[in-house]
Protein backbone atom coordinates (compact mmCIF):
# COMPACT_ATOMS: atom_id res chain seq x y z
CA UNK A 1 0.00 0.00 0.00
CA UNK A 2 1.30 3.30 -0.99
CA UNK A 3 1.52 6.40 0.93
CA UNK A 4 -1.17 8.90 -0.12
CA UNK A 5 0.41 12.10 -1.65
CA UNK A 6 0.38 15.42 0.13
CA UNK A 7 2.27 18.33 -0.63
CA UNK A 8 5.74 18.54 1.26
CA UNK A 9 5.15 22.19 2.78
CA UNK A 10 2.10 24.42 2.82
CA UNK A 11 2.59 28.22 4.10
CA UNK A 12 1.01 31.44 4.78
CA UNK A 13 0.50 34.93 6.98
CA UNK A 14 -1.03 34.74 10.57
CA UNK A 15 -4.68 35.08 9.68
CA UNK A 16 -4.34 33.68 6.31
CA UNK A 17 -5.99 30.44 5.47
CA UNK A 18 -4.33 27.03 3.96
CA UNK A 19 -5.54 23.75 2.15
CA UNK A 20 -3.79 20.39 2.33
CA UNK A 21 -4.58 17.99 0.19
CA UNK A 22 -4.47 14.28 0.32
CA UNK A 23 -5.01 12.22 -2.69
CA UNK A 24 -5.39 8.61 -2.27
CA UNK A 25 -7.39 6.03 -4.80
CA UNK A 26 -11.13 4.55 -4.81
CA UNK A 27 -9.18 1.83 -2.84
CA UNK A 28 -9.07 4.16 0.04
CA UNK A 29 -9.52 7.53 0.25
CA UNK A 30 -12.44 7.28 -2.78
CA UNK A 31 -14.30 4.44 -1.28
CA UNK A 32 -14.81 5.21 2.22
CA UNK A 33 -15.49 8.07 4.96
CA UNK A 34 -12.83 7.35 7.45
CA UNK A 35 -9.92 9.86 6.24
CA UNK A 36 -8.71 11.02 9.62
CA UNK A 37 -6.44 14.18 10.26
CA UNK A 38 -2.98 14.65 12.64
CA UNK A 39 -1.28 17.94 13.76
CA UNK A 40 2.52 16.70 14.56
CA UNK A 41 4.76 18.38 16.22
CA UNK A 42 8.64 17.01 16.82
CA UNK A 43 9.48 15.42 19.56
CA UNK A 44 5.10 14.98 20.69
CA UNK A 45 2.65 12.60 19.81
CA UNK A 46 0.66 13.38 16.87
CA UNK A 47 -3.07 14.94 17.99
CA UNK A 48 -6.41 14.19 16.17
CA UNK A 49 -7.65 16.92 14.10
CA UNK A 50 -10.32 15.64 12.08
CA UNK A 51 -11.93 12.31 11.71
CA UNK A 52 -14.46 10.79 9.19
CA UNK A 53 -13.43 13.45 6.73
CA UNK A 54 -15.21 16.15 8.62
CA UNK A 55 -15.54 15.30 12.18
CA UNK A 56 -14.03 17.93 14.77
CA UNK A 57 -13.18 16.02 18.20
CA UNK A 58 -14.10 18.09 21.08
CA UNK A 59 -10.96 20.88 22.07
CA UNK A 60 -9.97 21.22 18.37
CA UNK A 61 -10.59 24.79 17.40
CA UNK A 62 -13.14 25.06 14.63
CA UNK A 63 -10.92 26.67 12.45
CA UNK A 64 -9.90 23.46 10.96
CA UNK A 65 -12.13 21.67 8.88
CA UNK A 66 -12.36 18.79 6.40
CA UNK A 67 -13.79 18.23 3.25
CA UNK A 68 -13.52 15.32 0.30
CA UNK A 69 -14.08 15.00 -3.31
CA UNK A 70 -13.23 11.64 -4.96
CA UNK A 71 -10.12 10.53 -4.18
CA UNK A 72 -8.73 13.39 -2.47
CA UNK A 73 -8.99 14.81 0.90
CA UNK A 74 -8.31 18.21 2.20
CA UNK A 75 -7.52 20.20 5.19
CA UNK A 76 -8.71 23.78 5.60
CA UNK A 77 -6.62 25.99 8.43
CA UNK A 78 -8.11 29.14 8.29
CA UNK A 79 -7.09 32.05 10.34
CA UNK A 80 -3.35 30.79 10.53
CA UNK A 81 -1.71 30.95 13.59
CA UNK A 82 1.63 30.59 14.72
CA UNK A 83 1.01 27.42 17.15
CA UNK A 84 -0.15 26.28 13.94
CA UNK A 85 3.45 25.60 12.53
CA UNK A 86 3.95 21.64 12.44
CA UNK A 87 3.84 18.82 10.31
CA UNK A 88 0.51 17.32 9.02
CA UNK A 89 -0.27 13.69 8.28
CA UNK A 90 -3.69 12.60 6.49
CA UNK A 91 -4.65 8.88 7.09
CA UNK A 92 -7.48 5.92 5.62
CA UNK A 93 -9.24 3.22 5.80
CA UNK A 94 -8.23 0.77 2.71
CA UNK A 95 -9.98 -2.10 0.64
CA UNK A 96 -7.47 -4.05 2.14
CA UNK A 97 -8.46 -3.62 5.83
CA UNK A 98 -5.35 -2.05 6.66
CA UNK A 99 -4.98 2.12 7.20
CA UNK A 100 -2.43 4.04 5.34
CA UNK A 101 -1.02 7.54 6.11
CA UNK A 102 -0.36 10.33 3.97
CA UNK A 103 3.43 11.63 3.11
CA UNK A 104 2.78 14.61 5.75
CA UNK A 105 2.79 18.30 5.34
CA UNK A 106 5.30 20.87 6.84
CA UNK A 107 3.27 23.72 7.93
CA UNK A 108 5.21 27.01 7.69
CA UNK A 109 3.41 30.59 9.11
CA UNK A 110 4.97 33.15 7.70
CA UNK B 1 -7.68 10.67 31.95
CA UNK B 2 -6.70 8.31 29.16
CA UNK B 3 -2.61 7.44 29.45
CA UNK B 4 -0.84 5.42 26.98
CA UNK B 5 2.48 4.83 28.34
CA UNK B 6 5.35 3.33 26.14
CA UNK B 7 8.95 2.04 27.89
CA UNK B 8 11.81 3.96 27.15
CA UNK B 9 14.49 4.14 23.98
CA UNK B 10 16.20 0.75 22.96
CA UNK B 11 19.25 0.05 21.16
CA UNK B 12 19.59 -3.24 19.33
CA UNK B 13 22.29 -4.72 17.13
CA UNK B 14 20.93 -5.95 13.20
CA UNK B 15 19.13 -8.90 13.34
CA UNK B 16 18.16 -8.76 16.75
CA UNK B 17 14.49 -7.89 18.06
CA UNK B 18 12.91 -5.27 19.80
CA UNK B 19 9.69 -5.64 22.32
CA UNK B 20 8.25 -2.23 22.94
CA UNK B 21 4.86 -2.18 25.67
CA UNK B 22 1.90 0.06 25.45
CA UNK B 23 0.18 0.09 28.69
CA UNK B 24 -3.05 1.58 28.88
CA UNK B 25 -5.01 3.43 31.51
CA UNK B 26 -8.26 5.75 32.30
CA UNK B 27 -10.70 3.28 29.91
CA UNK B 28 -11.07 -0.20 29.74
CA UNK B 29 -8.12 -1.94 27.92
CA UNK B 30 -10.64 -4.44 25.67
CA UNK B 31 -12.67 -2.34 24.70
CA UNK B 32 -10.89 0.06 22.16
CA UNK B 33 -8.52 -1.80 19.42
CA UNK B 34 -4.65 -0.30 19.75
CA UNK B 35 -2.48 -0.05 16.66
CA UNK B 36 1.16 0.83 16.11
CA UNK B 37 2.85 3.21 13.80
CA UNK B 38 6.44 4.02 13.30
CA UNK B 39 8.31 6.64 12.21
CA UNK B 40 11.63 7.12 11.09
CA UNK B 41 14.16 9.80 10.94
CA UNK B 42 12.92 12.47 8.62
CA UNK B 43 10.45 10.24 7.38
CA UNK B 44 6.57 10.26 7.62
CA UNK B 45 4.05 8.29 9.79
CA UNK B 46 4.08 4.54 8.72
CA UNK B 47 1.15 2.43 9.94
CA UNK B 48 2.40 -1.19 11.40
CA UNK B 49 -1.14 -3.39 13.08
CA UNK B 50 -3.85 -3.29 15.34
CA UNK B 51 -4.34 -5.58 18.20
CA UNK B 52 -7.72 -6.75 19.26
CA UNK B 53 -7.04 -6.46 23.43
CA UNK B 54 -10.40 -8.31 23.72
CA UNK B 55 -9.71 -11.26 21.28
CA UNK B 56 -5.94 -10.84 20.43
CA UNK B 57 -6.55 -10.60 16.74
CA UNK B 58 -4.13 -9.28 15.18
CA UNK B 59 -3.72 -7.65 11.26
CA UNK B 60 -0.65 -6.16 10.25
CA UNK B 61 0.87 -3.92 7.12
CA UNK B 62 1.82 -6.52 4.64
CA UNK B 63 5.21 -4.80 4.99
CA UNK B 64 5.78 -6.35 8.41
CA UNK B 65 4.09 -9.43 7.68
CA UNK B 66 6.46 -12.58 8.93
CA UNK B 67 8.74 -9.94 10.86
CA UNK B 68 6.01 -8.22 13.49
CA UNK B 69 3.92 -9.62 16.48
CA UNK B 70 1.67 -8.13 18.50
CA UNK B 71 0.83 -9.55 21.51
CA UNK B 72 -1.08 -8.07 24.76
CA UNK B 73 -1.67 -9.19 28.40
CA UNK B 74 -5.01 -8.16 29.17
CA UNK B 75 -4.10 -8.62 33.37
CA UNK B 76 -2.18 -5.46 33.39
CA UNK B 77 -4.14 -3.37 30.48
CA UNK B 78 -0.18 -3.64 28.65
CA UNK B 79 -0.20 -4.20 24.63
CA UNK B 80 3.18 -5.22 23.04
CA UNK B 81 5.00 -4.83 19.61
CA UNK B 82 7.91 -7.17 18.43
CA UNK B 83 9.69 -6.16 15.77
CA UNK B 84 12.13 -9.26 14.44
CA UNK B 85 15.53 -9.31 12.30
CA UNK B 86 16.13 -5.74 12.59
CA UNK B 87 18.14 -3.54 9.86
CA UNK B 88 19.27 -0.06 9.97
CA UNK B 89 16.08 0.76 8.26
CA UNK B 90 13.97 0.02 11.69
CA UNK B 91 15.34 2.53 13.57
CA UNK B 92 12.22 4.84 14.19
CA UNK B 93 9.83 6.12 16.89
CA UNK B 94 7.16 3.79 17.47
CA UNK B 95 4.01 4.79 18.70
CA UNK B 96 1.06 2.93 20.14
CA UNK B 97 -2.28 4.92 19.67
CA UNK B 98 -6.08 4.20 20.80
CA UNK B 99 -8.61 3.34 17.59
CA UNK B 100 -11.74 5.01 18.19
CA UNK B 101 -15.10 3.65 17.00
CA UNK B 102 -14.98 6.27 14.28
CA UNK B 103 -11.61 5.10 12.34
CA UNK B 104 -9.12 7.44 14.04
CA UNK B 105 -6.32 7.71 16.44
CA UNK B 106 -8.17 9.42 19.33
CA UNK B 107 -4.67 8.82 21.87
CA UNK B 108 -1.38 7.94 21.48
CA UNK B 109 1.92 6.94 23.51
CA UNK B 110 4.87 9.03 24.13
CA UNK B 111 6.94 7.08 21.36
CA UNK B 112 9.63 5.24 21.75
CA UNK B 113 13.18 5.32 20.17
CA UNK B 114 14.70 2.31 18.84
CA UNK B 115 17.97 2.72 16.94
CA UNK B 116 19.55 -0.57 15.24
CA UNK B 117 23.06 0.00 14.93
CA UNK B 118 26.55 -2.02 14.93
Known amino acids: QSALTQPASVSGSPGQSITISCTGA?????????VSWYQHHPGKAPKLMIY???NRPSGVSNRFSGSKSGNTASLTISGLQAEDEADYYCNSYTSSSSYVFGTGTKVTVL | QVQLVQTGAEVKKPGASVKVSCKAS????????LHWVRQAPGQGLEWMGW????????NYAQKFQGRVTLTRDTSISTAYMELSSLTSDDTAVYYC???????????WGQGTLVTVSS
Open chain 1, 26 to 34: SSDVGGYNF
Open chain 2, 26 to 33: GYTFTGYF
Open chain 2, 51 to 58: INPNSGDT
Open chain 2, 97 to 107: ARFTGSSSFDY
Open chain 1, 52 to 54: DVT
